[in-house]
């Protein structure tokens, strides 16, 4: 496959090795609970436009989940605009971008919203549970825990990205879709 393209099939692959927390958390919820709220919607939905997956499949991936609660003739009537929407097709047409990791990190989810950036907004339990989930050992654990506390949430997940890749991330990680490319440049090489 080229660089910069993900299609459906490739994707739960995908999420495991390259997605950040962010969006693995939102992609994992989506899959358990076959529903997001707005925030979520938007947060993931963007991403994954920003990472590659057109509109056929973007369309494709959230009827496969909504219908299954909502069933199939609710998500074409209240949900398929909002995904052609955010890939500009409808109304102002408008060419949405991917959200930053500053406006994520500042978004204030509510309950039963699942957006928002992990490190800011998990319990420490949950987020501590995410690592383990992730494959971060225990010292690296600690380390990200760390820049938590000090509210150094990009420097957290910038550990992460170094712990999981066993690789340097020199730049940083600013963007969710700037800690996917990296990752896939890595594992691409
Ligand atoms: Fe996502 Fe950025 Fe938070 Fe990492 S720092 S989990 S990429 S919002």
């Not at 991936?61 to 609710?74: D, H």
Request: hydrophobic share 30%; charged share 25%.
């Amino acid at each position: 496959r080229e660089y910069g393209e993900i299609s459906l099939k490739d994707i739960d692959q995908v999420v495991k090795s390259s997605f950040p927390l962010c969006m693995r958390h939102l992609f994992e919820k989506l899959r358990e609970d076959h529903h997001l709220k707005h925030g979520g919607r938007m947060q993931l939905g963007l991403f994954l436009k920003g990472v590659g997956l057109n509109l056929d499949d973007a369309l494709a991936f959230w009827r496969a989940e909504f219908s299954k609660k909502v069933g199939l003739e609710k998500f074409e009537k209240e949900y398929a605009y909002n995904v052609r929407h955010s890939y500009g097709k409808e109304g102002k047409r408008t060419d949405y971008t991917p959200f930053s990791c500053q406006k994520i990190i500042l978004s204030t989810p509510g309950a039963g919203d699942q957006h928002g950036c992990p490190y800011r907004h998990f319990s420490e339990e949950n987020l501590r549970a995410a690592l383990s989930r992730m494959g971060v050992n225990s010292r690296a654990t600690e380390d990200v825990m760390n820049k938590v506390r000090n509210k150094h949430y990009q420097l957290a997940c910038t550990l992460t990205f170094e712990a999981i890749h066993g690789m340097q991330c020199d730049a940083g990680i600013n963007h969710p879709n700037q800690y996917f490319s990296d990752s896939q440049k890595i594992f691409q090489q």
